[in-house]
């Protein structure tokens, strides 16, 4: 049976590098799934870390409902119209 909750973000904290990483402004956030957990770290700003966080929280969200948005074609050039 497939869980159908949502990913929930259930916090931000100041935290240590992790192994391996080096320099300060660190933060460990944990995002929930009904039971599911998922730690991650990111380095930042507070405002900066909230607002990555929630974009990954949106991406787990629309990937798990099959509703992805497709990407964006850029726009390319317009050629001259030949005479």
Do not use: C, H
């Amino acid at each position: 049976m497939q869980n159908e909750s949502m990913f929930e973000l259930v916090s931000i904290d100041e935290a240590k590098p992790p192994r391996g990483s080096e320099g300060s402004n660190w933060f460990r956030y944990k995002i929930s799934q009904g039971e599911n957990m998922i730690t991650g770290y990111r380095r930042g700003s507070l405002r900066t870390v909230k607002r990555e966080v929630n974009i990954i929280i949106v991406g787990l969200n629309e990937r798990r409902s099959g509703k992805r948005k497709p990407p964006t074609a850029k726009s390319q050039p317009r050629k001259p119209a030949k005479n």
